[in-house]
């Protein structure tokens, strides 16, 4: 494997000492963007919430912080994903209100209709089996509830077009969707109140449904 196939499966799955690297980078470079995507959504100070692919665990913070009287719950299928997100968020789960799983979204260990708002951040498009696992999503979510996906790797959008990084991503095994595309993904899922929403100077994408 090349340095750089390398690098984007730490991406995929962080492990070891490169992988825990990879993790305090994301948390890092990921929190504006996660910002403006959850500035997109009413989050409830009861409400249950998911986020997908959890990584070092920034956006399960973000979340606890406004969820005080709820819960957030994490879930990674990486081991060091896992550890560094209870490591971030410690205190909160400490207290009851996070929790850190590891699992993957193919099948969620949640049973039907608990959550009333589920994140995914740069996560999606590593997703064995998108549209399966859309719905696997869509089962875990309440009626009316929410499903928030916050990426910056798009087709058409400006890390994935004429950029070097654009060009690692088409040898990886990664889903790249054009807005358009994604707006389809949630429709045919069997959400409604679709929103697809570009911050195209910066190359962000917000993607938001409603369960019926």
Known sequence: MTPKATLLDQFRKPTGSLGRVVLQQMNSHHSELTDWGLAHISVGEHDTVLDIGCGGGRTVSKLAAIVTQGKVCGIDYSNASVAASRRTNAKQIDSGRVEIRQGSVSQLPFPDGVFDLVTAVET?????????????????????????????????????????????????????????????????????????LEECDKGWLCCIGRKP
Do not use: C
């Open 124 to 196: 999606h498009f590593f997703w064995p089996n998108l549209p399966a696992d859309m719905r696997e999503v869509f089962r875990v979510m309440k009626p009316g509830g929410a499903f928030v996906i916050i990426a910056e790797v798009y087709k058409g959008g400006k890390m994935t077009e004429g950029s070097l990084a654009g060009q690692s991503f088409s040898f990886t095994n990664m889903t790249i969707l054009s807005a358009d595309e994604h707006r389809d993904l949630f429709t045919k899922t069997g959400f409604s109140d679709v929103q697809i």
